[in-house]
């Protein structure tokens, strides 16, 4: 599956970054960061509230829950949704796949329509995501559950260079960054398709995600909680700096 | 470097497949056939050329294959696995499809874009032409044996249980026809630059490979060159693809 889906030749690239400057080109990226402000000053309630949830579950579920599937690393159904929520978190699942949407919306020149427009506000919505994701895990260095398990490895700048790893894979737990790029991408679609059945259903995605980096040991539950979280917020931005796109193309229809 | 040009994973496969279907709705494969079949009236050139591939196969073939199989050069060999991979389908289809794919996202639409997909059909249209003729010619590679008499060897094929298999699909060469192909449309329509004339070494270069690797006798690649070329010729010469270079 991994060749299929997530060995990427240089063409795939080429085009990925031809996508990106496409978007950028026709303002897609704008006014994101102002939205994703105002989303968090106007719930700063609720903010207040994910905030104490984060820290209630550094501090009484990340241990628990993750000595626990390491103790038992034999459940059949865990292991399903490891292997596929490892693979469509991934960015070198989403990006290409988004991508590839966009492109054949516009060789079939319907780029205009809803779902090619969701499309393109999706992969805006993943690049932003990405960027969002390094810049934090860089500035936490958390350590992952597999190198030790003690969820107050935050800030770990010493060990990680201890290690020969600071920025390397093994410190940056925190936030999760297929959880971010997943929910950033796939919120989009929930969102724009919110009164669907489909949309409804697309909140799963995440969830898969969240549970196959937790059971596969590379991260804590409260950095995939807090990925879906910041992705979600992200997507909701760049969904509303893009919606008029998309009532226009409802105006036109 | 395979990793990096000729694993594609699913997604190249979808665009380039909307590519082919894109091209394939703006004409650009209409009257290829009829255009390649059109090119067989210049029957001077024809038996001309088919005297030359009969003595090739006659007196050249076993001698430079032999040649190589025994002095071949380890950097040399480095070398030609480039040719070997440059003349793979997947590299050139992925490449003219990314290419196009490119060209539509930034918004270019001029005369290299109309050769691309040009390119595109005449290469394809030459894949799968070739894919029928290696069939049923079924000759043996100079790999297999020094022999470059086993021709229709279907016998020797149904032997080894390897008909229709890389073994006895030596007749002509598909790396060779697809490139020579591809770049054909290119060469024709740039021919008055530079870029025109050096693109001539991309088919020559996978040629030399071809052989230099004892995977295709000389008359092989001889043969690809020129049915290539032909195909190349096919893709640009129908009226809307004229009308379309001519804007």
Known sequence: MNSLLLQLPIYDYLIILCVFIYIAKQGYFREITENALKIVSKNKIWMILFVIIIILLVCYVDYPVSHFFEQNRDIKALEVIQIIGNTIGNGKFLYPMLATLTVIGILFKSDKSKFFQTCKISFTSCIYGGIFVLIVKSIVSRQRPFVEYNPYH????????????????????????????????????????????LGKLLWLYPVIVMIARVYSLNHWCSDVFTGVLCGSVIAIATYKANAKRLRLERFHG | MDKLFLQLPIYMYFMALVVLFITFKEGYFNSLVQNFIKQFKHIKYVVLSLIIIILIIAF?????????????????????????????????????ATFIIICALLKMDGKFVVVSKCALASSIAAGIFVVIVKGIFSRERPCVALDPHHIFA???????????????????????????????????????????????????????????????????????????????YAAISSKSIKERLAK
């Not at chain 1, 020969?164 to 894979?169: E, N, P, S, V």
């Not at chain 2, 040629?207 to 092989?220: E, K, L, N, P, Q």
């Open chain 1, 154 to 197: 935050f800030f770990d700048f010493l060990q990680a260079v201890h290690a020969h790893a600071l920025l390397g894979f093994d410190y940056s737990s925190f936030p999760s960054g297929h959880a971010i790029v997943a929910s950033s991408a796939i919120v989009v679609f929930a969102y724009a398709y919110r009164k669907n059945l």
């Open chain 2, 60 to 96: 050249i073939d076993k001698p430079i294959s032999t040649a190589f199989a025994l002095h071949s050069n380890a950097h040399i060999l480095k070398i030609t696995q480039i040719g070997d991979m440059m003349g793979q389908g997947v590299f050139i289809y992925s490449l003219l």
């Open chain 2, 154 to 232: 279907y016998h020797l094929a149904m032997l080894h249980h390897q008909f229709g298999k890389f073994n006895y699909v030596s007749f002509p060469s598909g790396h060779t026809i697809t490139m020579a192909a591809a770049v054909a449309p290119f060469i024709f329509i740039y021919w008055k630059t530079i870029w025109g004339k050096i693109l001539i070494l991309l088919p020559l270069f996978v040629a030399f490979s071809r052989v230099y690797g004892i995977y295709h006798w000389t008359s092989d690649v001889f043969t690809s060159l020129i049915l290539g070329v032909m195909f190349g």
